[in-house]
């Protein structure tokens, strides 16, 4: 019963990713940007959070400076973070889980996304 946090800007991405969780019967909330994830991760018990998976490129807040606020605070070292981005080349992606993320996922593969919560989810 533990829910997922997505953020990214697309709708089309969000719609792609809400019919992916609603098919793995996970609960869900969706951010247009970081920083409204980063507000309302504030707002829910740590303990109910399985998994959180953001977009690298957005607007007011990107996902690498999600990762650093969440890595900042101890409380969160437990929750795993995707990175699902069109932007990933290995140096990129080292940076990325040197940040703290524990995957990146090409956008719109949804099989990969798929696995990658299977294995990560807590």
């Known amino acids: 019963d533990k829910i997922v946090l997505f953020a990214d800007d697309s709708k089309f991405v969000r719609k792609?990713?809400?019919d992916l969780f609603m098919q793995l019967g996970l609960k869900?909330?969706?951010y247009g940007n970081g920083?409204?994830?980063l507000d309302d991760l504030?707002?829910?018990d740590k303990d109910e959070i399985s998994l959180i998976i953001t977009d690298l490129e957005m607007p007011i807040t990107g996902g690498r400076e999600v990762i650093t606020k969440i890595r900042e605070n101890n409380e969160y070292k437990d929750i795993n973070i995707i990175v699902h981005t069109n932007m990933s080349n290995d140096n990129m992606s080292d940076s990325l889980l040197d940040a703290g993320a524990q995957k990146i996922i090409g956008k719109i593969n949804m099989l990969s996304l798929s696995e990658a919560i299977n294995e990560?989810?807590?």
């Open 16 to 18: 792609m990713a809400e």
């Open 28 to 30: 869900f909330r969706m």
């Open 35 to 37: 920083q409204l994830l």
């Open 42 to 44: 504030e707002k829910i």
């Open 120 to 122: 990560l989810i807590t």
